[in-house]
T-cell receptor, first 114, second 113 residues
Framework: AQSVTQLGSHVSVSEGALVLLRCNYS??????LFWYVQYPNQGLQLLLK??????LVKGINGFEAEFKKSETSFHLTKPSAHMSDAAEYFC????????????FGSGTRLQVQP | EADIYQTPRYLVIGTGKKITLECSQT?????MYWYQQDPGMELHLIHY???????EKGDLSSESTVSRIRTEHFPLTLESARPSHTSQYLC????????????FGPGTRLTVL
């Protein structure tokens, strides 16, 4: 069984500040991990993915995430927030078998203050 | 580039009506999914399909039904809509690989009066 926990349902940062969105996972097998972003009234867009290659993964829009097996974490970061980053962010885990859908976290809403 | 389409984008309908939410993808993906998402909330899997003539219920019980007659098409039907069905419905598809990376459509926001 897999699960994902996103700490903090709401995160607020100032424009230009560091963005840190937390994700911890539980998986009985080596996981594949994803971060998705959802803008209002839209579907989910893939930001980045970890598929057991490099532990530091770079994604679109300047985001990156680091896979830390010892901490079972896959936190999302961006050095400098932009107003356009305001959205809902979802962490998700796959068990790698390809049989089932992803397991999603409950999401973190990012607000960027001017 | 992911190409997955959902129609309609917005639907307001009265109680008791039958509705079908359309989902199509042009990527040739075998696996397709339907998620239900209330505003500001997490996604709940309600249906999935591994290929033509294959459909399974997801983790969240739903009164909706799905069909998969063609690879590219995965419609969701509600025989008799109720206000409790008001939600956003997201369709997704994925490649036949172990990663299970999913591509999402824009969603249908359904309001049942």
């Amino acid at each position: 069984a897999q699960s994902v926990t996103q700490l903090g349902s709401h995160v607020s940062v100032s424009e230009g500040a560091l963005v840190l969105l937390r994700c911890n996972y539980s998986s009985s097998v080596p996981p594949y991990l994803f971060w998705y972003v959802q803008y209002p009234n839209q579907g989910l867009q893939l930001l980045l993915k970890y598929t057991s290659a490099a532990t530091l993964v770079k994604g679109i829009n300047g985001f990156e995430a680091e896979f830390k097996k010892s901490e079972t974490s896959f936190h999302l970061t961006k050095p400098s927030a932009h107003m356009s980053d305001a959205a809902e962010y979802f962490c998700a885990v796959s068990d790698g078998t390809g049989r089932r859908a992803l397991t999603f976290g409950s999401g973190t809403r990012l607000q960027v203050q001017p | 580039e992911a190409d997955i389409y959902q129609t309609p984008r917005y639907l307001v309908i009265g109680t008791g009506k039958k509705i079908t939410l359309e989902c199509s993808q042009t990527m040739g993906h075998d696996k397709m999914y339907w998620y239900q998402q209330d505003p500001g909330m997490e996604l709940h899997l309600i249906h999935y399909s591994y290929g033509v003539n294959s459909t399974e219920k997801g983790d969240l019980s739903s009164e909706s039904t799905v069909s998969r007659i063609r690879t590219e098409h995965f419609p969701l039907t509600l025989e008799s809509a109720r206000p409790s069905h008001t939600s956003q419905y997201l369709c997704a598809s994925s490649r036949p690989s172990g990663y299970n990376e999913q591509f999402f459509g824009p969603g249908t926001r359904l309001t049942v009066l």
